[in-house]
Nanobody, 115 residues
Framework: QVQLVESGGGLVQPGGSLRLSCAASGNLFSVNTMGWYRQAPGKQRELVVIVESFGTTNYADSVKGRFTVSREDAGNTIHLQMDSLKPEDTAVYYC?????????WGQGTQVTVSS
């Protein structure tokens, strides 16, 4: 089993920044993909960014140039630096890990961008 614990959400004004973190623990495989998804009210969950264990990243077009993902702790912790935040970035952000044939999700952290 794998546990994902997220932190760092909150309220920020448009143009501001936030940093999210996600720490994985449990039965971890060295080959994996971790990432962030988000779900706004009334909308489907969507990809924000994924990062493979070898470092390859894939960002949603809507966040390219504003969000930056990084990994540490042998790849078992990921961070999402979010800059130039917009009201449309408001959502619950979920950490995700895929290893073997299983998918794991964190509990989600709320990000609200509002003046």
């Amino acid at each position: 089993q794998v546990q994902l614990v997220e932190s760092g959400g909150g309220l920020v004004q448009p143009g501001g920044s936030l940093r999210l973190s996600c720490a994985a623990s449990g039965n971890l495989f060295s080959v994996n993909t971790m990432g962030w998804y988000r779900q706004a009210p009334g909308k489907q969950r969507e990809l924000v960014v994924i990062v493979e264990s070898f470092g390859t990243t894939n960002y949603a077009d809507s966040v390219k140039g504003r969000f930056t993902v990084s990994r540490e702790d042998a790849g078992n912790t990921i961070h999402l630096q979010m800059d130039s935040l917009k009201p449309e970035d408001t959502a619950v952000y979920y950490c995700n890990r895929v290893q073997g044939s299983r998918i794991y999700w964190g509990q989600g952290t709320q990000v609200t961008v509002s003046s």
